[in-house]
């Protein structure tokens, strides 16, 4: 199935390194980053949940949960998070799905058969509160992903949600920001944006980030 921003996240039950999990359940009102890899025992993917591990204050600090899938099963997961604690100095806290029958890869379209006809693509899914698809993006398996730019996303989001503004081209946390072009009340620009904005053109208005 092709999901599509905005999308509902597709629940599922599935076996995973800490139990089954259902998925909606197990999100309750959390964001989350839902991330596939090709196989377990693999060196990109080994370096890829080092970096989601060490990053668990900053993802815990936005409300987001991780979780990673394969098609590898639960004892293949639970050897290799052993391997991936100890090369990547990290301990991973963080489920790993075991999709052997290809249950959830189904669901989230993971399995690309002229890529492989076997292993899931490297597809990242955010997903808000609501459960809704936030952002969809798939690498190939042989790029290892940035998950900072996905905390950056995330942080992105999180403004344009709580804070009715977007993020410009190469934002970074604490830069200027941009009111949504939707927001043209002026009492309601007072009140959200009380740092004061500047108008560079009507529908270019920059204000200092509001959560700093
Ligand atoms: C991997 O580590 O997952 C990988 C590396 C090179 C090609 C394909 C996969």
Request: proline share 7%.
């Amino acid at each position: 199935m092709t999901l599509r921003l905005g999308d509902i996240a597709p629940d599922f039950t599935q076996q995973s390194s800490q139990g089954a999990i259902s998925f909606h359940e197990w999100l309750g009102d959390s964001w989350a980053i839902l991330f596939s890899h090709p196989a377990d025992y693999t060196p990109v993917c080994t370096t890829e949940l080092g970096a989601t591990a060490k990053l668990a204050q900053e993802f815990k600090k936005r409300n987001v949960k991780a979780i990673a899938l394969s098609v590898d099963p639960v004892e293949s997961h639970q050897g290799w998070i052993k391997d991936i604690n100890e090369t990547q100095s990290t301990d991973v806290q963080f489920p790993i799905i075991a999709d052997a029958d290809r249950k959830v890869s189904t669901l989230y379209d993971l399995i690309h058969p002229n890529a492989s006809t076997t292993a899931t693509v490297r597809s990242v899914f955010i997903i808000d509160p609501h459960k809704k698809i936030r952002l969809t993006l798939t690498y190939p398996a042989s790029t290892g992903r940035n998950f900072n730019e996905l905390l950056r996303v995330i942080d992105s989001l999180q403004l344009t949600e709580y804070h009715s503004v977007a993020t410009p081209a190469n934002w970074e946390d604490g830069q200027d920001v941009v009111i949504l072009p939707s927001i043209t009340d002026p009492v309601v620009l007072e009140t959200k944006f009380p740092k004061g904005y500047k108008t560079v053109k009507p529908y270019l208005r920059l204000t200092p980030q509001p959560n700093k």
